[in-house]
Each structure stands twice: as C-alpha cells, then as structure tokens.
C-alpha cells in the first residue's frame, strides 16, 4: 500500500475542514482505510518532515504548499504525489478526494516499480537545491536594499495579498537603518508598524496580532494567533521603540502584547503554548467581531465616544460584522483617551464570556526560548521590572522542565517529541544572553557545552551547515537541510550568533574555526535565497563589526550603565566580564579596535558616538 501523509497544525482552519469533510465521512474513510496506511503529523512536533515534504511537492507539482499538506509516498515514504486542501466534491479545477484517493491508488498499483525508482531522481534534485556558488562574503548592506522595491508604498509590507507581516525581514531593514540612516529603510519599518498596530490583524481590546490578514490593507485577518508572530512583532517593537523613543503608543502596543502573551498563552507546564486557533463554535472570528446593533446597545451613551477612535459602520467590514481598526486621523483629549480605554477594558469583560478559540498548549523549547530572549530586551526598553521577572520565571519553569534533557515540544501525559537545531540553537541563545544580563558564570558553562552538543549532532559536513534533525537519526529519505528563514529566523544564523558570543567571551579558537566555516558557507547561499536568508545578511553583519563590552571589577553604577547598553546593543554585541581587584573600567570594542579605559557612561557615550559604534 502507498502512504498518506497529512501534515498539519492545530491550530490550521483548513486542515479542520478537511479533517471534517473527508476524514470524518464514512465513505472517505473507507478508501483511505483499503488502499493507503494513513499518517497525521503536526508540523509543530516535526519541522524537518514538514520541510521536506513541502518542498517535495514544490519538486513534483511546482505548486507553492501550505497546510493542510497532502503527501502520497511509496512505501518506503518517498513522495511521488501530492497537493494540499482537497475538497469533497469537485470544485473550482480541484477533484474531490476521494476520486484523487481512487487515481493514487490505481496508479500506484499499475506502476509501483516505476514509482519505488524515482528515490534516486529526487535525491538528487534535493541535491541540487543545496548547490552553493562561490562567494565566500560580499558586502551585505545592498541585499537589504534589494529587497525594498518590493514593499507597499502605503499599506506597509509586501505588496499583494494574503498579506504576512515577515518581520525577520523589516528586523533586518531596521538592523541596517540604525548603522546607515537611509530614510526609505526607516519608513519600511515605519509604515508596517503603523499599518499593522492599527488595523485587524492586531487585537486593539487585548493585544497580539493574528498571523496574515486576507486583503493587502491588513483589514480581514485569519484571525489564528501564533506565539512564533508575536515573538517577531515584540522583537522589530523593542527595536523601534528604542529608536524612536516613542512615548505612548507603539509603547502601549508593546507592554499590551506582552501581557497578552505572558497570560493568554500560558499553559499547565507555567511555559507558553503555541498558537490560538481562528475559530470558535465552528465560525472563523466570532470570538473578535462585533454587530454595530450589538455595540450601540452595549455602550449606550459612550458609543459615539468609542467610534471617534474605532471605524465602526453597519455593514461592518466583516461579513456584516466589525473587525476593530483604528480610523486614520484620531483627535482626542486625555479624558477620551482615558474614557476609551475602560470601555476596551468593558468589552474586552464581554467578550471574555464568549466561547473562547481552542488554545494549542504544547511546549515548544525553541519558541519559550526565543520570547524570553525578546521579553528580556523589552524589560530594558520599556524600563519595567515586573516584565523582567515575569521573563527570569519563565526561564526557571524552562529549565525545570528540560531538566538536562533538551526535546522539542512537552505535553504532560505524552512522550516528548524529538529535538531540532532550533531548539539547543535558541535556548543556547537565550542562555548566553542571560550570563550577559547577570555575569552567571554557570549559564555561561552550561551554553559553551550545549554549542559543542550542537556541533556535534547537526553540523553536515558535506554542506558545511547545520541540518534540521540530530544527523544519526534521521529518519527521511533526504537529509533535511534547510537554511531558509520560516515562522522564526532559521537555527543556523542563531547559532553563529551564539558562537559568536561564545569565543568573545571564552577566546576558545575552537568557536573561531566554526565561525569561519559558517560565515563562508552562508555567504555561499544567500545569493541564491537572499529574500528567504534575512536574518543571515544582519547576524553576518553583526559577526563582522563585532562589537563588544568588556567590564572590568565592578563599580558602583556598573547597573546603570549596563541597562542603558542592553537597550541598544542586547543583540548586536556581546557584554563580557573581567575579574579585576585593583581597578574598574569598561573597554569597547568593535572590530578588534578597541578604546581606552572608560569609567563613566558620560566617557562611554562619548566613544560610541565619536566612534560611530
């Protein structure tokens, strides 16, 4: 028998439907019972199948994936078919599934030797993918340029529709903005932030933003929330914020995602789950939109209060619904300002009672990680404490539950499932940057030999990069090497990052020959992929200027002056300390230039800029 294989995610509306149209029909079931072994996998629990398999359908069809994804394999789980949503009828060109069921299995029949053959064609055309050119590094500021011809002038984003706000990219854009201070590198980021803090994709009662929206104005949302999008919109807000020094809004969007995240998204392990689903009593976004008749009864007098800063009409903009967004020119005094808010506050309490979206639960290492490590730089930008703790708790309750053993995802009463490059890369990461904050000595330790771990389970040296799976126990029929940027910036550039940090801090030439390595072989890809590599052209630039701050001994203000770095530099640099009994001072350098002995943030500041660092 052939395989079928639907990859999935919990959270995925299409994947519900056809769950509900084919595999819940009697009729359906049947066939795929007889004539295939059916396999359901969750893209969560297994990126590096979930890799593979779209990109076989990329090989065999041409046809871009998506989920839910549809894989026909012979039975040594090699693809020779596929697709992604089938209906259950015929409709719109697309057959019905149980006739394209019918076909498969009458082909697979008539040419099962044929088909089992065809493992040595797309071995090989997987390894023509991984072809490199001979670039061994190249300036990288023009690829971030290259890409902005591509942005919607006035919406923000890319143009077209269905619309992702892909903020590795505009994090890159800003990366650059901050060292050349080109004005349309500015106004990218600029213009995605204003259009997506004020309109439908983001949730204006609680926080959080949906993860695409339909239409190019980012109006109608696929109102599913994923934790991987709201880590990248508080990652690009830190930044900008920084920046700007915005005073109240994008500031107000920032502190209410994070609360958002840090109560809505945590699950029994006192981790964070992954994802929100669209739908609720099985109709996307009933629990977001709002009846103008609904509104004008619930708010009475205040409802002309509440459309001054809402477009709220009634046809609404929704299926006869409205989705809240911002109008475009909002003149309101404080008492407004103030009176809007509780009645936010009043709705958001309504909407509370209404049949919640399902909530996807599971643990994910890589993602846990990566929000602590924004979580962190937002409590240095926003100056807040209580976000600091909430990130070192969280951290505690991660490492408890690791408990020496890295998997990928946690769900109590199911076994874990296995680990991937993303998750040491991540939490390796996010222990580095910890000793950066607090000088723990321990944290540091245990990062230098979880790297080494990494080396040592993923590196393939026949592509000189890091594969998806641990190497000795992959279990598909290529090896998943993927260096491509997805929902979060791709393990690989993390972990040069990391490495980065790791041989500043410890000088182990070790780290400087895998340094090396890397910096060539991703500079040998990034021409191919350039758009799909975003966060390389920034964590590569980043290893080249390689700034550090090295504190020698300790001195009374040595806090402050640390907490107005982290704010720019958290990510950029690394913050390394010195033992030093008879004097204290802080040295800066970038590139292996390196400044004098400065002891003040006075004498600090004055080299950054003079130094333009």
């Known amino acids: 028998k052939p395989i079928f294989l639907s990859v999935g995610y919990a959270s995925c509306h299409w994947c519900h439907v056809m769950a509900h149209e084919s595999f819940e029909n009697i009729e359906t079931a049947k066939i795929m019972n007889e004539k295939f072994i059916n396999i359901k996998v969750d893209r969560e629990e297994r990126p590096d199948l979930d890799f593979i398999f779209q990109k076989s359908l990329g090989i065999l069809t041409g046809a871009q994936g998506g989920w839910p994804l549809s894989m026909f394999l012979d039975e040594n789980g090699v693809p020779f078919m596929g697709g992604t949503y089938f209906p259950p009828n015929d409709m719109q060109g697309r057959p019905s599934f149980n006739k394209v069921l019918e076909n498969v299995s009458k082909v ?50 890319f143009q077209g529709s269905p619309k992702f706000p892909q903020f590795y990219i505009f994090d890159t854009i800003l990366y650059f903005y901050l060292k050349n201070k080109k004005e349309d590198f500015f106004s990218a980021v600029e213009k995605l932030l204003k259009n997506i803090s004020s309109k439908g994709i983001y949730d204006h009662l609680e926080g959080g933003i949906a993860r695409y929206t339909v239409d190019h104005k980012w109006v109608v949302p696929h109102f599913e929330k994923m934790l991987y999008d709201n880590i990248l919109f508080v990652k690009v807000l830190n930044n900008f914020v920084n920046h700007t020094g915005d005073t109240y809004y994008f500031k107000e969007k920032l502190k209410q995602t994070i609360n958002f995240i840090n109560s809505e998204f945590k699950n029994k392990n006192n981790l964070l789950g992954s994802a929100y689903d669209a739908d609720s009593e099985g109709v996307e976004g009933k629990y977001y939109v709002w009846k103008y008749d609904e509104l004008e009864k619930l708010l009475t007098s205040d409802f002309e209060l509440f459309k001054k800063k809402y477009e709220i009409t009634k046809e609404g903009n929704f299926e006869g619904s409205n989705i809240l967004i911002e109008k475009k020119d909002i003149h309101l005094n404080e008492d407004e300002k103030n009176n809007i808010k509780k009645i936010e506050q009043t709705l958001l309490q309504l909407r509370k009672k209404r049949t919640k979206p399902f909530f ?50 946690y769900d109590k009463g199911r076994k874990e499932v296995d680990v991937f490059l993303e998750d040491y890369a991540y939490y390796c990461l996010l222990l580095v940057s910890i000793y950066e904050i607090n000088n723990d000595e321990n944290l540091l330790k245990k990062c230098s030999e979880l790297l080494k771990d990494t080396w040592n389970f993923f590196y393939d040296q ?107 530099y958290f990510e950029k640099a690394t913050f390394i300390y010195k033992e030093n009994n008879k004097e204290s001072f802080i040295l800066i350098c970038k590139n292996q230039t390196c400044s004098e002995k400065l002891t003040s943030l006075s004498e600090v500041e004055n080299y950054i800029n003079e130094k333009s660092i």
């Open 360 to 409: 996807d639960d599971k643990t994910q290492t890589d993602l846990n990680s990566f929000w602590i490590y924004s979580t962190l730089h937002s409590s240095f930008i926003l100056e807040d404490e209580n976000i600091y703790s909430q990130a070192m708790n969280y951290f505690k309750n991660l490492q408890a539950i690791l408990n020496n053993n890295i998997f990928h995802c």
């Open 462 to 568: 026949d592509n000189n990069v890091l594969q998806k799976n641990i190497r000795d126990s992959n279990d598909l029929f290529v090896k998943p090497i993927d260096v491509i940027d997805n929902n979060i910036p791709n393990g690989n550039g993390i972990f040069l990052l990391v490495c980065n940090k790791i041989f500043n801090i410890t000088e182990d030439i070790f780290w400087k020959e895998k340094i090396e390595t890397l910096k060539k072989s991703y500079h040998s890809s990034i021409n191919n992929s350039y758009s799909q590599m975003f966060s390389y052209i920034k964590i590569l630039d980043i290893c080249d200027q390689n700034i550090t701050f090295t504190f020698n001994g300790d001195f009374k203000n040595l806090k402050d002056i640390k907490n107005k770095l982290f704010k720019k």
């Open 108 to 157: 697979y029949l008539e040419n099962r030797e044929k088909i089992i053959d065809q493992v040595s064609q797309m071995k090989m055309v997987f390894k023509e993918l991984n072809l490199k050119n001979a670039v061994l590094k190249q300036d990288l500021e023009p690829l971030a340029e290259k890409i902005l011809q591509y942005m919607d002038k006035e919406n923000g984003g």
